[in-house]
């Protein structure tokens, strides 16, 4: 057991603060705690204070809040709170099934937005004791030769990790706006950041897949009014449907038919957007032999490892059931 000290903050800013006053890795934000407990327990953080905001999140009827330029979700709003609100499931199907999948009720209860965007991979030689792979500042990927059955088939440099939210592929579908603090000056600074900007595969495997300084925190998501509409989906195959990841997602967006966005998940490093695929739709009517050719354009460039290859059919897989569900409409 590694002794820290537990602060629970009594505001964003109070937050913002003391991560401001921090060394990088010195201070563990932590919100619903369930990814952070679990890199507690296998020591891939050694915090010296744990920053507790759970005590931040709003009433339940303010997790998710109506304006005029959409839906601006709460960074502490549980998924639960998310996938039954009415707005959500109205206007962004995609990010009400991307916030209902995930995990079990019970995680889903307790699980925030913003902690489920900066989630760490899952990677069982990453998540080890027992191996320091380049992630961890070692000498080699112990995926490349050994068991790789979840890992990237698109998208991977030398670490072959996937991106673990469920949340992600959807927002990026839905074109959703971060908004993230950081205090400057005495006073709570803020940027707006487009989650596809926010998720980078990192050039150097042991730095994070989102683009986040050590003293920022996520306060806010915001779903554009743009977006809306019956027309967006989520798709995830999973080997069981409840206590785990999914092994392929696809999120696709036709509500702006001739701008569609469609991202897979779990399948590269980060959510990964098809912007060939994108084009190849955009303002068409989606025939079987488009969707065939829209199939083939998905998974031209994967590069499936030694066990992963079955990863390359669920991708084309997904892609087709989530083009067909945002076709359709909710
Ligand atoms: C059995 C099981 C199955 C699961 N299956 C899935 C699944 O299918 N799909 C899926 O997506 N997830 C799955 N999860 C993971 C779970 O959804 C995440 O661990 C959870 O969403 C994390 O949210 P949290 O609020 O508990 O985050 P925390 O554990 O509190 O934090 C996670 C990370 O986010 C950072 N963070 C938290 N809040 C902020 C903020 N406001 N700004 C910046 N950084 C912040 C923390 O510092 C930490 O690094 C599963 C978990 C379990 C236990
Ligand atoms: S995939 Fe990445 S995290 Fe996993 S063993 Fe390889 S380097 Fe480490």
Redesign the pocket.
């Known amino acids: 057991m590694i002794p820290f000290e537990f602060v629970t903050a009594r505001s964003f800013e109070a937050a913002a603060q003391l991560l401001a006053e921090s060394r990088r890795g010195d201070v563990l934000l932590k919100a619903g705690g369930i990814d952070v407990v679990d890199r507690l327990k296998e020591g891939l953080d050694r915090p010296k204070v744990i920053l507790n905001i759970r005590g931040l999140r709003p009433a339940r009827a303010d997790a998710v809040r109506k304006g005029d330029n959409g839906l601006t979700i709460h960074a502490l709003a549980t998924l639960t709170e998310i996938n039954e609100n009415e707005a959500v499931r109205t206007d962004y199907p995609a990010v009400a099934a991307g916030t209902r999948k995930p995990a079990t009720p019970q995680v889903r209860n307790v699980a925030s937005l913003a902690g489920n965007l900066c989630q760490k991979?899952r990677?069982w030689?990453?998540r080890s004791l027992d191996?320091r792979?380049?992630?961890k500042g070692g000498d080699r990927?112990?995926?490349v030769n050994g068991d790789n059955r979840y890992?990237a088939v698109l998208g991977a440099g030398?670490?072959?990790?996937v991106a673990p939210s469920s949340a992600a592929p959807s927002l990026m579908a839905c074109g959703a706006m971060l908004r993230i603090g950081r205090y400057v000056d005495g006073k709570l600074s803020e940027r707006t950041l487009p989650i596809a900007d926010f998720y980078r595969v990192p050039s150097n495997?042991q730095d994070d897949e989102f683009q986040l300084g050590h003293d920022e925190l996520i306060l806010d998501v915001t779903l554009p009014q743009s977006a809306a509409g019956r027309h967006s989906a989520y798709v995830e195959l999973k080997e069981k449907q409840s206590f785990d990841w999914a092994m392929a997602s696809c999120a696709v967006n036709l509500n702006e038919r001739a701008a569609p966005r469609i991202v897979l998940g779990a399948v590269a490093p980060i959510p990964w957007r098809l912007p060939k695929v994108e084009q190849l739709v955009a303002g068409q009517k989606l025939t079987d032999t488009l969707i065939a050719e829209a199939r083939r354009a998905a998974i031209a460039d994967a590069r499936p490892m030694t066990n992963n290859g079955y990863k390359v059919t669920l991708a084309g897989a997904v892609l087709e059931h989530a083009l067909r569900a945002a076709d359709e409409g909710a």
């Open positions: 991979p990677c030689y990453y191996f792979c380049l992630k990927c112990y995926a890992h030398a670490c072959h990790i495997p």
